[in-house]
């Protein structure tokens, strides 16, 4: 027996392998596949010391593990917003801003990030650092130092310290409204602060601003806090990221250490898949509140989309993808006047341009939002045609995206069989006989049939 056995001789068989291998012992029982126990006076002294001998495999298979990890959730799925170096670097705030602006249909939109968040601009006085807008300036805007102090009486710096949405209704009747002259906020009458946080910490504030007292709906409400939510769990996961590739290459890292790692990387991936999720459902609300399509149309696609897609037995990954694509392929109209959609009157010239041309203003505010970059080409081509004549470059046949062309006829029967403005809706039976009478031509014919099958 060795000297680290004889010391350890009447400590308890668990607490002796863990401490061999300053983790759980339970957890390497399960990984050698030796079933469950219930009672340690089940495990002998030499199943401790093969457990004890699986310590460097451990490490490398965590190791692999978590490489994997950070490779799955790296910057190119999610959003590189942190860890900038130079004030060029911050562009991409301006981009986000301007998104937000373009798809809440707001006058203005400011970020603000803590003066840890906002690297690269670190030296300034305040500590909340205004870094990107929608606004044009002649200037470097990052000069001016614009932010506030923590204990400043702003709604900005109330709105982080709460994590609060604080929303001014009418900025002209209200005393403590203090107006920053070179985000022309003296002519703002609406004006929101909404708190960017995660589960570990507050990072940041997104302000929009109209000129007018024209107010923002429940929906687009809902929609800027999921984002404003969506964009501080992405910072978070991009931190820890960082923070795991540097543990693992780390000559003394112990078992102990990677396996808390994990935890707190799985924990914030579920996080980041949650807000996306909330994210894209809470957008496809959007969409359909400007629209006459009320009682979450998007939604009532979707969901003939995933049951399509489970039929024709395709992957979750896929089945996902693809539910998203369904959900925001109206996204285009997101930026597009709501009267045009409510309109009973025939359609001008230009507001037909308007419509046709929606799916490609959308592309490019999903292409602005990285981990949605994979839906693109299912949204970009659901308006193809099965015989070629569709837009936007005249696919045929199976050369249309799957994903697509399972868009397009879902989104078919759904408008079918939905009052319109202009029209009652058709019952089942018609529907498919106008979709029937159109297989080969608008729609692929296999999935025709699947769909007459589901339905009938």
Not at 92 to 99: E, G, L, Q
Not at 131 to 160: C, H, M, P, Q, T
Not at 164 to 187: A, G, P, R, Y
Not at 361 to 375: A, D, K, P, T, W
Request: aromatic share 8%.
């Amino acid at each position: 027996m060795t000297d680290n056995n004889k010391e350890n001789k009447n400590v308890s068989v668990f607490a002796r392998s863990e401490i061999s291998l300053e983790s759980d012992p339970l957890e390497e029982i399960f990984a050698l596949n030796l079933g469950d126990f219930i009672s340690e006076h089940l495990i002998s002294d030499e199943l401790v010391q093969k457990i004890s001998k699986t310590k460097v495999d451990k490490l490398s298979s965590l190791k692999n593990q978590l490489k994997e990890l950070i490779g799955i959730y790296s910057i190119d799925n999610t959003l590189k917003i942190l860890g900038f170096s130079s004030r060029e670097d911050y562009v991409i705030y301006n981009a986000i801003a301007k998104t937000i602006k373009q798809m809440l249909e707001i006058d203005a939109c400011h970020v603000f990030l803590s003066k840890e968040n906002a690297m690269g601009l670190d030296t300034t006085k305040n500590d909340i650092v205004l870094v990107g807008s929608s606004l044009r300036f002649n200037d470097d805007i990052y000069d001016a130092e614009i932010g506030y102090k923590y204990d400043d009486d702003s709604y900005v710096s109330r709105a982080f310290k709460e994590a609060k949405i604080l929303e001014i209704k009418d900025c002209d009747n209200v005393d403590d409204f203090k107006s920053i002259l070179m985000l022309n906020e003296d002519n703002v009458k609406y004006y929101i602060a909404v708190p960017m946080y995660n589960n570990i910490e507050k990072v940041g504030v997104i302000v929009v601003e109209n000129y007018s007292n024209k107010k923002l709906s429940e929906e687009f409400i809902e929609l800027l806090s999921i984002t404003a939510r969506l964009f501080a769990t992405s910072m978070a996961l991009e931190k820890l990221t960082e923070t795991t590739a540097g543990l693992i290459e780390q000559e003394d890292v112990t078992v102990l250490q990677l396996q808390n790692n994990r935890a707190e990387l799985t924990a914030l991936i579920g996080d980041l898949s949650s807000e996306q999720q909330y994210f894209v459902e809470h957008l496809a609300k959007a969409v359909d509140a400007k629209s006459s399509f009320k009682n979450n149309y998007s939604h009532t696609v979707a969901d003939l989309v995933r049951e399509i897609s489970t039929q024709l037995g395709l992957n979750e990954k896929t089945k996902d993808l693809i539910y998203y694509a369904a959900l925001l392929r109206n996204i285009g109209k997101i930026t597009l006047p709501e009267e045009l959609f409510n309109k009973k009157e025939k359609l001008s010239q230009e507001d037909w341009e308007k419509l046709q041309n929606h799916p490609n203003v959308g592309v490019s505010i999903l292409m602005s939002i990285n981990f949605l970059s994979e839906v693109v080409p299912y949204i970009n081509y659901h308006k193809e045609r099965w015989d070629g004549k569709g837009e936007p470059e005249g696919l045929k046949g199976r050369s249309i995206p799957l994903g697509s062309r399972i868009i397009a006829i879902a989104d078919a029967y759904t408008a079918l069989t939905t009052d319109r403005t202009y029209r009652k809706a058709k019952s089942n039976e018609e529907a498919l006989e106008i979709i029937l009478s159109e297989s080969g031509t608008k729609w692929d014919p296999e999935l025709v049939d699947f769909l007459i099958k589901m339905k009938k």
